[in-house]
C-alpha cells in the first residue's frame, strides 16, 4: 500500500474571478442561485482536484445560504480550501465575495463546505488521498471541526445512525444539561 504525502491546505487553494453578466442574472438583476452554486462547486472541484491530484466527484454541499445579492456588472472572488481528507473522501470550503469593477464596495456573499470523492481512473472506485497540513489558526480550526460536519452529513444522509456519531457527543459534551 502505497503512503500518501500529507499537502498543506495552500497547495490546493483555488481561486476563481467571474463576472456576472445579464444572461446569469434573473428578470431584478441579481445573481441566479443555480449559477453561483455552480461557479461554487467547479472552484471546489478544482481546489479537491489539485489535492488529489485527479478529478473528483461531488458528494454533498452543506447548508447554503444567500447573504447578499451579487448585481450584474459584479466581479465575483471564489476562494476555495480543502479543509480535511478523511480516507478516500474530502471536504472543501468555499468563499464566494463580491464587489464592482473598481473593487469597491466588496462584500463576502456566501460560503459552503462541498464534499468530494477521489476515484480511481482505471475502474471508477474511490481511492486513498493525501492527508491535509493545516498551518494556520483558521485552517487548524476549519480542520478539527470537520469531523463533526461529516458525521451530520452522514446522519442526513441516512449512512449513519446518530448514537455512531462519537464526534458530535464529544462535542455537545461541552454543554452541561440544566
Not at 474571478?17 to 438583476?29: I, K, L, S, W
Not at 447578499?68 to 476555495?80: F, H, M, Q, S, Y
Not at 463580491?98 to 462541498?114: E, L, P, S, V
Not at 470537520?146 to 455512531?164: F, H, Q, T, V, Y
Request: hydrophobic fraction near 40%; charge should be neutral.
Amino acid at each position: 500500500m502505497q503512503t500518501l504525502e500529507p499537502k498543506r491546505v495552500t497547495e490546493s487553494r483555488s481561486v476563481m474571478t467571474e463576472m456576472v453578466m445579464p444572461n446569469d442574472a434573473n428578470p431584478m438583476g441579481n445573481l441566479m442561485g443555480g449559477n453561483l452554486l455552480r461557479w461554487m462547486d467547479i472552484a471546489s472541484a478544482i481546489c479537491a482536484g489539485k489535492h488529489c491530484e485527479r478529478h473528483v466527484v461531488t458528494a454533498s454541499v452543506d447548508h447554503v445560504s444567500f447573504q447578499r445579492p451579487i448585481k450584474v456588472g459584479d466581479v465575483v472572488t471564489l476562494e476555495a480550501t480543502v479543509t480535511r481528507a478523511f480516507n478516500s473522501s474530502l471536504e472543501v470550503y468555499v468563499e464566494v465575495f463580491a464587489a464592482d469593477i473598481k473593487g469597491q464596495n466588496a462584500r463576502r456573499c456566501n460560503h459552503a463546505y462541498y464534499s468530494f470523492v477521489a476515484l480511481d481512473d482505471a475502474n471508477g472506485s474511490p481511492i486513498s488521498i493525501p492527508p491535509v497540513i493545516p498551518l494556520t489558526e483558521i485552517e487548524q480550526n476549519r480542520f478539527d471541526s470537520a469531523p463533526r460536519r461529516r458525521e451530520i452529513r452522514l446522519i442526513l444522509s441516512g449512512r449513519m445512525k446518530p448514537e455512531d456519531a462519537t464526534d458530535l457527543k464529544d462535542f455537545f459534551k461541552q454543554f452541561p444539561n440544566k
